[in-house]
């Protein structure tokens, strides 16, 4: 799925492209299995996946079951609080603070802190990632400066000033900002596992870790099937 924003249209087109996501979560719906309490869905894909790596991939409809940002989109397409507990924002609108849920943690049991959201926008905007949605970040301090490699990934707005804490500095206020934090391209990632598994790294459902509601399994990088199972360390587990 390719995401064409131009500055016209471009709230438009990303509420929809959003929507479009929600449809596709597996929290909002389930088949009951009349022989247990668990519950089925099974879902069609659009396009084959070629990869589940965040920085690198080209379409999030179903990435977006298994990783979660600062908002997640509920019912009828409404945003609603995520990794995020709440958020402030600045009086002109350009700066944004995150607070996270405290003890949130990645599907193996890492800690998930605010770094992991300063690691993965930096490793997303780093010019050699070649991520094709860095164009998403527009209107970040100094996002583009960094894709194009005239600045560095460090003067990249974000900053983690505690490990429960994001602030995100912007150019101008973006009246879609939030509605944009429910994305998966703006979600974590967890350096020690990109560093552990190198070039291996989300080329397999079991070189990854996540942050969503469910964990990836049985996706190879080349099949067409996989499955989704709940995610016994994300911080709503009881609700899945």
């Known amino acids: 799925m390719k995401l064409l924003l131009k ?30 309490d668990r519950q089925t869905l099974k879902l069609s894909a659009q396009a084959p996946l070629d990869t589940i790596d965040l920085s690198k991939a080209t379409g999030y409809g179903q990435t977006g079951n298994v990783f979660e940002s600062f908002y997640r989109l509920g019912k009828k397409g409404s945003l609603t609080p995520g990794l995020a507990k709440s958020a402030e924002v600045s009086q002109d ?7 996270l849920r405290p003890n949130l943690k990645w599907s193996n049991g890492d800690t998930l802190t605010a770094k992991d959201f300063v690691y993965s926008w930096r490793r997303t905007l780093t010019p050699s990632t070649k991520s094709q949605y860095a164009y998403l970040f527009d209107g970040i301090k100094n996002a583009n ?27 101008r206020p973006i009246a879609y900002f939030k509605l944009l934090m429910a994305y998966p391209l703006f979600a ?5 596992i990109v560093d552990k598994y190198g070039k291996k790294y989300a080329t397999s459902s079991k070189y990854m870790v996540y942050s969503g509601p469910f964990k990836m ?13 709940k995610n016994n360390q994300y911080w709503d587990k009881k609700s899945r």
């Open 188 to 192: 974590p990632q967890n350096q020690r």
């Open 93 to 99: 609108g350009k700066t944004y603070t995150f607070h």
């Open 7 to 36: 500055r016209r249209g471009r709230v438009l087109t990303l509420m929809t492209v959003l929507l479009a996501l929600m449809a596709l979560v597996l929290t909002a719906c389930g088949k009951k299995n009349t022989s247990s």
């Open 145 to 171: 400066r960094v894709n194009a490699g005239q600045a560095s990934v460090k003067s990249l707005g974000i900053s983690a000033p505690d490990k429960n804490t994001v602030v995100v500095q912007l150019e």
């Open 217 to 229: 399994t049985g996706w190879n990088g080349t099949g067409n099937r996989w499955q989704f199972v």
